[in-house]
């Protein structure tokens, strides 16, 4: 199976501050990754799919990048809505994997 | 407007049957692959398995945790999915997600989900 690790496993920012989270896949996946956040108590919400393309509705500080296998959250400028878990996820193999989340939390 | 609703969820005991439903609504369910994913307390998201439509063949994939116990079906008249669990353990307690699966240019990923319905295995 593909492995997904992100880093870091927790991160405590501010609201305004420019936010990065990685995600690096065992083997080359392509663009086929996928970000969600999860708010506790609730569904995950898919927020970038195809490594870079941001989801209807979800808003433009929000982005993706990269390819084969690092790839980038960020989050441009932090908004209190915006504290939750982010998970990435592999669609490149039927086995389909995530990692094991990034807790964001206020500083 | 789109939904999705899982039933079925209760306390079981170990080595017993459950099955889950998903009920979609406010799209062409059969139009879509449909995955389940679980949340043990607690932990991460973790891939259970999907059904592909029946334009793919309406075929099945799993997680290697569950292969042999669970099995995906979908009926598209009534727009539902389900999950039959067997042989649960301990380790299968979690919260349990449908999805809809969607595709652009054959990058998949998971666009609606349900809100979960919670399984707990423990005798």
């Known amino acids: 199976d593909i492995q997904m690790t992100q880093s870091p496993s927790s991160l405590s920012a501010s609201v305004g501050d420019r936010v990065t989270i990685t995600c690096r896949a065992s083997?080359?996946?392509?663009?086929?990754l996928n970000w969600y956040q999860q708010k506790p108590g609730k569904a995950p919400k898919l927020l970038i799919y195809?490594?870079?393309s941001l989801q209807s509705g979800v808003p433009s500080r929000f982005s993706g990048s990269g390819s084969g296998t690092d790839f980038t959250l960020t989050i441009s400028s932090l908004q209190p809505e915006d504290f939750a878990t982010y998970y990435c996820?592999?669609?490149?193999?039927?086995?389909?994997?995530f990692g094991q989340g990034t807790r964001l939390e206020i500083k | 407007e789109v939904q999705l609703v899982e039933s079925g969820g209760g306390l079981v005991q170990p080595g017993r049957s459950l099955r889950l439903s998903c009920t979609a609504s406010?799209?062409?369910?059969?139009?879509?692959?449909m995955s389940w994913v679980r949340q043990a307390p607690g932990k991460g998201l973790e891939w259970v398995g999907f059904?592909?439509?029946?334009?793919?063949?309406?075929?099945?994939e799993y997680a290697a945790s569950v292969k042999g116990r669970f099995t995906i079906s979908r009926d598209d008249s009534k727009s539902i999915a389900y999950l039959q669990m067997n042989s649960l353990k301990t380790e299968d307690t979690a919260v349990y997600y449908c999805?809809?699966?969607?595709?652009?240019?054959?990058?998949?990923?998971?666009?609606?989900w349900g809100k979960g319905t919670t399984v707990t295995v423990s005798s």
């Open positions: 999805t809809r699966d969607s595709s652009s240019n054959y990058y998949y990923y998971m666009d609606v």
């Open positions: 406010g799209f062409t369910f059969g139009d879509y692959a």
């Open positions: 996820q592999q669609s490149y193999s039927t086995q389909i994997t």
């Open positions: 059904i592909r439509s029946k334009a793919y063949g309406g075929t099945t």
């Open positions: 195809a490594a870079s």
């Open positions: 083997q080359s996946i392509s663009s086929y």
